[in-house]
């Protein structure tokens, strides 16, 4: 099987621990959500993945091939980060040019396609883009690399709300037409949802769940109701947060519910992912 395997990574920075023992496999045509606050050690994975920088320990490898050093393996990777490398003089037209260069899967029919549906003009400059533009502009080029293993840190950053609901439903268009490995790294959480098979949630450096979304989301619950009937049920329950608005109250919980025995006036209904995550990630 065709996969990007990490193997017992770990990097720090001077005293700071940034990635620690790292076991991953992002496996081909699927798609990832790497979830994590700031800080928690996603762009340094991310950086490793792509040899912009080196692991203090452990193994990367790209299709059994390691990436350090490996113009091959490190070919079948982009990673659309929130800084440009095409310089800021160069048109947009002529930077599509130059990812075909640089990728021979690159698919330059598309990226124009793309340019088309943002309404990104090629004639311009990559200084004269507007920060939303200078975003879809990378994304197109992203979209359209051809490269197996797509990284995806923060796509939607400097989009509004109508760019960021079009990017979507173009990823979905894109995989679905050419299926890839995307692994999308956001805090925007609830509006990529839909589309995240599997969830990678980091933590201080370290992985604290990976797994299929829908197995994540069954492990708990929220319960609401009046404050004092919610505190009495959740009494011994694996309780991971709590929110309170006026008389009502909201408990997420670890586990299963046990409905037949739930109390009247108490509301259970299915975490969602945005949910789970600021729970989990919580100090």
Same mark, same amino acid.
């Given at each position: ?16 621990? #940034? ?14 959500? $790497?979830? &994590? ?12 993945? %792509? ?9 990367? %490898? ?12 490190? &070919?079948?990777? +982009? ?16 930077? @599509? ?44 080029? #992203? ?13 939607? $950053?400097?989009?509004? #709300?109508?760019?960021?609901?079009? @990017? +979507? ?5 894109? @995989? ?51 404050? #004092? ?16 608005? &006026? ?13 037949? $025995? ?10 969602? $992912? ?10």
């Amino acid at each position: 099987m065709n996969k990007i395997e990490l193997k017992g990574v770990s990097k720090a920075f001077g005293q700071v621990q #940034a990635v620690k023992n790292v076991d991953l496999v992002f496996e081909e045509n699927k798609i990832y959500g $790497l979830l &994590g606050r700031n800080g928690a050690g996603k762009s340094t994975l991310l950086n490793m993945i %792509t040899s912009r920088i080196f692991p203090d320990s452990g193994t990367i %490898t790209v299709d059994g091939e390691p990436v350090i050093e490996n113009d091959r393996a490190m &070919g079948k990777i +982009y990673l659309m980060g929130d800084s440009n490398y095409y310089p800021d003089s160069m048109r947009v037209k002529e930077a @599509f040019y130059w990812g075909g260069r640089l990728y021979p899967n690159f698919d330059l029919e598309n990226a124009n396609s793309l340019a088309e549906e943002f309404s990104l003009d090629i004639k311009k400059t990559v200084e004269e883009l507007s920060t939303g533009m200078n975003s879809m502009f990378r994304l197109a080029v #992203a979209l359209s690399s051809g490269a197996p293993y797509i990284f995806l840190d923060e796509p939607v $950053l400097g989009l509004d #709300a109508v760019h960021r609901e079009q @990017f +979507y439903r173009l990823l979905v268009q894109q @995989f679905e037409k050419k299926p890839a490995c995307y692994v999308i790294s956001t805090h925007l959480i609830e509006e990529a949802t839909g589309l995240i098979e599997d969830v990678i949630i980091i933590k201080k450096g370290e992985i604290l769940f990976n797994e299929p979304t829908e197995n994540l989301l069954a492990r708990g619950y929220t319960v609401t109701g009046p404050v #004092a009937t919610v505190d009495t049920f959740i009494q011994g329950k694996d309780c991971m947060g709590q929110d309170q608005l &006026g008389g009502l109250k909201s408990a997420y919980i670890l586990g299963s519910p046990e409905e037949d $025995l739930l109390p009247e006036g108490l509301e259970i209904t299915k975490l969602n $992912l945005q949910q789970l995550f600021v729970q989990l990630a919580k100090e």
